[in-house]
Nanobody, 125 residues
Framework: VQLQASGGGLVQAGGSLRLSCAAS?????????MGWFRQAPGKERVFVAS????????DYADSVKGRFTISRDNAKNTVYLQMNTLKPEDTAVYYC??????????????????WGQGTLVTVSS
């Protein structure tokens, strides 16, 4: 499966952005669990949010809980990350990823089999 992330940009602190990740090829999109990760300059890639194949179950990093919402539209082969009340520390390249075994959302980077190219989010203070 190929993943194309979009929606990044420059936003002021307190603002909102919605990231999208469109999938193409591979198996039926609804067979994948999906996740979002981010990587700030000079730091490791870390978990942000994940969602199971159905969209019913999701998981969030503590740093974004209550501010970010992950969702998916299986008819459109797309997963979203709605980011509200953005902070300067949210600045990073955001990556979407697909887990071939989509029964439950996972935080582990190693569980993801396919990665998008990343989209840059910059939050100014």
């Amino acid at each position: 499966v190929q993943l194309q992330a979009s929606g990044g940009g420059l936003v002021q602190a307190g603002g909102s952005l919605r990231l999208s990740c469109a999938a193409s090829g591979g198996r039926t999109f609804s067979s994948y669990a999906m996740g979002w990760f981010r990587q700030a300059p000079g730091k490791e890639r870390v978990f942000v949010a994940s969602i199971d194949w159905s969209g019913v179950s999701s998981d969030y990093a503590d740093s974004v809980k209550g501010r970010f919402t992950i969702s998916r539209d299986n008819a459109k082969n797309t997963v979203y990350l709605q980011m509200n009340t953005l902070k300067p520390e949210d600045t990073a390249v955001y990556y979407c990823a697909a887990d071939d075994y989509g029964v439950a959302p996972t935080r582990l980077l190693i569980d993801y089999d396919h990665w998008g190219q990343g989209t840059l989010v910059t939050v100014s203070s």
